[in-house]
């Protein structure tokens, strides 16, 4: 590669100058690119007009002739020159026939005969030259150059005959060719030649196309469909086939692409090839590709997309490009991008979204332009405060400068998540000047209520130097009604992450479902159980009342346990899942609200032993406490929630914390927490009762009524969910973090199974009832047993 100076001037004064190239593809107006500088500032007082180009990284197809003209009123006056360039091959496919070298069948003293094969495309003489492993075989008899030069055709195939024992050896087999021009610079390139040797794993020859390999090697073949160009590959590994790696592009991208690659060059470089080449990029990414080359293709549209976007940097872009490169490159977002590693995804997404703001930033727009489609939309704020919705995101905007806002859509999911434990938003926004001087700049950004279901909000904008999400310069902000939003204070691609704080493991979710199921069945077997013997259990007011708290507690922690099933194993739309959010708020509430009650009951039962409780001053006061208070928390923390626009459920169904004792959640915590420890106390009272009434006696006998006590009143009680408190306080990376979580999900999952046992088994009352109604049944069954 080489660089010319070509400078052409006039003694008069001209109204404009410019260079042109006539080529054996026809005549091309020169304008600055990577290849190609045109400098008109080097006029002097001898020569008025002067015009300078000049060539970097010269390859043939800048062979031609080069005409320099200046215009005087309706005259072009012109000068010409002539470039020969000796150029190297800019690609050189080697192929060798056979592909592998199998000599596992073969004694070690065979030899094997290869030809290889190289193509480049025709430019001018080379001389060649065939290397054998670190070698030169060119005059020996055990290979020789086909043909050591060429003349002009259209593509030169060269060939070099060569041997490969079969003796086995550690040495890799390759083949080296070297083209030389005439101003001898050289260009190489390498062909490995795989042996299998004997006793070696191998892929066995799949159909005819993939030959006989070995392991650990990677075939390639220049053979694509019809429409395509490229190769395809497919690595032998573990003695397996992987998948087929195809790199076949569609012909007509490839055309678009050679054409961008003109255009940044300067040699094709106007307005009106760079209509064409966005409109051809939008007609392939609208094309339903076959899934052999849909990889192949949307990295050939990416790749265009980059080589637009640095020719945007020199070369000027207007605004008549905006809706084909809008509507390509969110046609490229609608495609699967799969078949490919995940740090192929990340580099793609990473380049697409530096190609996309870009070419937003350096299109020359005039005037106020919006364009929408499904993944991108375009909008502008003409300077001063602005407030721009873009998606389902609102975008406020500070600044004395035009800006260019674009969002984009499911693109935040390929780029690389280095922020562990965090979900991206679905929308990115890219903002940019719309001029070059700098301007300051206040971003302030409202995301869609769906990510604020997440307790904990990350404003991050994408930094595409180090390919990583970054916090620098962007805050969350919360409104003085509890909404949240991004505050940034420079312009770049912006999005927020919410953070999963979700612990679950595989483990925890199947032993919650599976001792939610058991409670649920256990619940229904004591709703029976209480229904089948409730005349005969309930014969005093005492009774009526502890029986009636036991039906409500289980009654509302069936429902709450159905709800929770439900909503964990179903994927809900967000109005279900708001639903079920309530139920379970509200179930849950009404079953601590009525242990409450019951514990009210216990100490009621020791403290006041002479002063029975009315049935009357009892459906009142605990009607009031576990149907009506519930109701009203669950009722006033949703219209609060909805009234301020904070999320009152996440993507779980369940209640959230946007930041220390605020949230929903809290409208669930403060009020079983004190219950829990009212509770508590109560316990402890009884435990204390228990001591005096039993001092005469031996501590084993203490010991055995306090461990009684204790088992029958937690989980009626709810104090198996005193775990879950210190869980809620508890970080992550605790050592005890895991086993308090598994005690809590043991502890609560089987509470219904805990309630039917301590409740109703436990009770000698309720067990001889349900004896008495399970002997009559079964005299019953006996009796109609003998009738038929």
């Known amino acids: 590669m080489s660089a010319l100076k070509l400078k052409c001037t006039f003694e008069e004064m001209s109204s404009g100058a410019s260079w042109k190239m006539f080529g054996s593809n026809g005549c091309f107006e020169l304008r600055d690119g990577s290849v190609v500088k045109v400098n008109s500032s080097c006029a002097t007082k001898e020569n008025k007009s002067c015009i300078v180009l000049r060539l970097q990284n010269i390859t043939n197809i800048w062979t031609g002739t080069y005409e320099c003209g200046f215009t005087v009123g309706s005259i072009r006056h012109t000068a010409k020159t ?27 003293s065979d030899i ?37 030069d060429y003349k002009m055709e259209d593509s030169l195939q060269v060939g070099y005959k060569m041997a490969i024992s079969c003796q086995k050896s550690r040495e890799a087999h390759f083949v080296t060719v070297t083209f030389k021009n005439i101003k001898e610079q050289e260009k190489r390139a390498r062909l490995d030649i795989p042996v299998i040797y004997e006793s070696e794993l191998f892929c066995k020859e799949d159909e005819d196309l993939w030959p006989k390999t070995p392991d650990g090697d990677t075939v390639i073949k220049h053979t694509c469909p019809d429409g395509r160009l490229g190769y395809q590959s497919r690595t032998c590994q573990n003695n397996t086939w992987q998948p087929v790696f195809s790199s076949c592009v569609s012909k007509h991208l490839l055309a678009t692409l050679e054409a961008a690659q003109l255009f940044i060059k300067g040699l094709v470089s106007s307005q009106e090839a760079a209509v064409d080449i966005f409109e051809g990029l939008r007609n392939s990414s609208m094309a339903d590709g076959d899934s052999i080359g849909k990889m192949a293709d949307l990295m050939a549209s990416i790749h265009i997309l980059d080589v637009m976007a640095d020719a945007s940097e020199s070369i000027v872009l207007q605004e ?21 590693n995940d740090s192929i995804i990340h580099n ?22 919006e364009l929408s489609t499904h993944n991108l939309e375009l909008k502008l704020c003409p300077g001063g405060n602005c407030r721009l919705t873009l998606f389902d995101c609102t975008i406020h905007l500070t600044t004395l400068s035009w800006v260019k806002t674009v969002a984009v859509k499911n693109l935040t999911d390929k780029l690389q998540n280095n922020i562990p434990n965090t979900t991206p938003s679905p929308v990115l926004i890219s903002a940019t000047l719309k001029n070059t001087e700098e301007s300051p700049v206040t971003v302030r950004l409202d995301f869609s209520k769906k990510q604020h279901r997440s307790p904990e909000l990350l404003c991050v904008f994408w930094n595409t130097v180090e390919r990583r999400w970054s916090e620098e310069g962007c805050v969350v902000k919360r409104d003085f009604d509890g909404h949240r939003s ?26 919650t479902t599976v001792g939610l199921s058991v409670s649920v069945c256990a619940l229904l077997v004591f709703l029976l159980s209480e229904f089948a013997v409730w005349s005969a259990v309930v014969t005093t007011n005492l009774s009526h009342v502890r029986h009636t708290v036991m039906v409500n507690i289980a009654l509302f922690l069936l429902l709450a346990h159905s709800t929770f099933l439900a909503s964990s194993s179903l994927e809900l739309p967000d109005e279900w899942c708001r639903i079920m959010a309530v139920c379970k708020h509200l179930f849950f509430l009404a079953t601590f609200a009525w242990m409450l009650c019951l514990s009210v009951v216990l100490v009621h039962q020791l403290l006041l032993v002479f002063r029975p409780l009315r049935k009357r001053l009892f459906h009142v006061l605990f009607g009031i406490v576990g149907y009506v208070c519930p109701a009203i928390i669950v009722g006033c923390s949703y219209c609060y929630c909805k009234y301020t626009d904070e999320p009152y459920f996440d993507h779980r169904c369940w209640l959230v914390s946007t930041a220390p004792f605020q949230g929903s959640l ?7 927490s004190a219950i829990t420890l009212t509770n508590l106390f109560c316990v402890v009272v ?8 039993q001092v005469s006696e031996g501590s084993k006998e203490t010991a055995k009524s306090i461990l009684r006590v204790l088992v029958l009143l937690t989980p009626v009680f709810g104090l198996t969910w005193l775990p879950g408190f210190l869980l809620h306080t508890m970080d ?38 349900l004896w008495k109604v399970f002997k009559k049944d079964k005299k019953r069954a006996a009796k109609l047993q003998q009738q038929t």
Request: proline letters at 4%; aromatic letters at 8%; a neutral charge.
């Open 82 to 108: 002539h470039l020969g360039v000796a150029p190297l091959p800019e690609h050189i496919s080697m192929k060798a026939t056979p592909s592998t070298v199998d000599c596992s069948n073969r004694p070690s």
């Open 112 to 148: 094997v005969p290869v030809i290889v094969t190289a193509t480049v495309q025709y430019h001018n003489s080379y001389q060649v030259c065939w290397r054998y492993k670190k070698t030169s075989h060119s005059n020996t008899s055990s290979g020789n150059s086909l043909r050591d």
């Open 320 to 340: 008549n490009v905006l809706p084909d490169f809008i509507n390509a490159a969110s046609n490229l977002l609608e495609q699967t991008w799969d078949g490919v």
């Open 348 to 369: 793609l997404s990473s380049r697409y979204l530096r190609s996309v703001e870009g070419l937003v930033k350096n299109i020359r727009i005039n005037g106020n332009k």
């Open 486 to 511: 991004c505050l940034c204070d420079h312009l770049t691609p912006f999005s927020s992450l919410m953070v999963v704080s979700d612990t679950s493991t595989e483990s925890l979710d199947v032993l």
């Open 666 to 672: 809290y409208a669930f915590l403060f009020p079983v």
């Open 686 to 693: 009884v435990i204390v009762t228990l001591l005096k009434s």
């Open 732 to 769: 992550a990376d605790d050592r005890l973090f895991l086993l308090t979580a598994y005690s809590f999900t043991i502890l609560n999952s089987f509470q219904g199974l805990s309630i039917l046992l301590t409740g109703c088994f436990a009770d000698q009352k309720v067990r001889e009832e």
